[in-house]
Nanobody, 124 residues
């Protein structure tokens, strides 16, 4: 079963950038859709972005991050990235990656093989 490890989180000032990585083991990412999700304290987990399998390469973004975040994959390294620019304090959350056969509506319940997450904190 594929397992994920997220990394790249940290503390950044508003307007700054981070690049998150989702590294996979036990499976080949290019055959699956990979989603990024986030969860702030006291809030439900929400879909941030998704990239479909390499056969299609479609990308999807939540309304709150469109134009600021970019998802991509490196099939040779078996990693999916989330580039986050123009960060806002409301982007503060733990970010997770997970897999599904398709992105669909980017609902957490449709994804599995969740990683442990990486904390992103944006100061004002």
């Amino acid at each position: 079963q594929v397992q994920f490890e997220e990394s790249g989180g940290g503390l950044v000032q508003a307007g700054g950038s981070l690049r998150l990585s989702c590294a996979a083991s036990g499976g080949t990412l290019k055959y699956y859709a990979i989603g990024w999700f986030r969860q702030a304290p006291g809030m439900q987990r929400e879909g941030v972005s998704c990239i479909s399998s390499s056969n299609f390469g479609d990308t999807y973004y939540g309304d709150s991050v469109k134009g600021r975040f970019t998802i991509s994959r490196d099939n040779d390294k078996n990693i999916v990235y989330l580039r986050m620019d123009s960060l806002k304090p409301e982007d503060t959350a733990v970010y997770y990656c997970a897999t599904a056969w398709e992105c669909g509506l980017l609902l957490p319940g449709d994804f599995d093989s969740w990683g442990q997450g990486t904390q992103v904190t944006v100061s004002s």
